[in-house]
């Protein structure tokens, strides 16, 4: 004995409707969870951060200084650009050379990206298919 189940066209079409909302939904909660722990100097960085559907795909898109908070800095060493000397708020004198001791690695997209498939896709796919399964 065997059964056969097909899909109609409909049946079809509702589908994919729901699973683009659930991931629509699912980038929206990748993009509040990048913005709401990336660290902020000026804030410039966070209004880089775009997170979006095409197809089945979420695609997130950042820039500004977010390569370095996501993968963090070697040691290495500023030198003025277009003056003789740094100087910054705070500093006590004008200096020639500053050696940055590094920066360490703040993976907020790659934390965000896994809470995605493990926490918010999930919730959202169960959110939305649960009215019809009912």
């Known amino acids: 004995m065997s ?3 097909e899909l109609t066209e409909e049946s079809k079409a509702k589908i994919d409707e729901l699973l683009n909302r659930a991931l629509m939904m ?11 722990n990336c ?3 000026t804030g ?9 559907v095409e197809g089945t795909t979420i695609v997130i898109k950042a820039g500004g200084a977010m390569v370095y908070i996501e993968f963090g800095t070697p040691p ?20 020639k050379v500053v050696h940055h001791p590094g920066t360490r690695a703040n993976p907020v997209i790659r934390s965000a990206t896994h ?5 918010y896709l999930p919730n959202r796919l169960a ?4 009215p019809i399964a009912g």
């Open 44 to 52: 410039w960085t966070r209004t880089t951060v775009d997170v979006y």
């Open 127 to 130: 959110q939305v298919f649960s």
């Open 26 to 36: 699912t980038a929206s909660d990748i993009k509040e969870d990048i913005l709401r």
């Open 39 to 41: 660290p902020v100097d």
């Open 115 to 119: 809470r995605g498939i493990m926490v």
């Open 76 to 95: 290495h060493i500023i030198r003025p650009k277009d003056k003789e000397a740094l100087y910054w708020k705070g500093a006590e004198h004008p200096v």
């Open 3 to 5: 059964y056969r189940i």
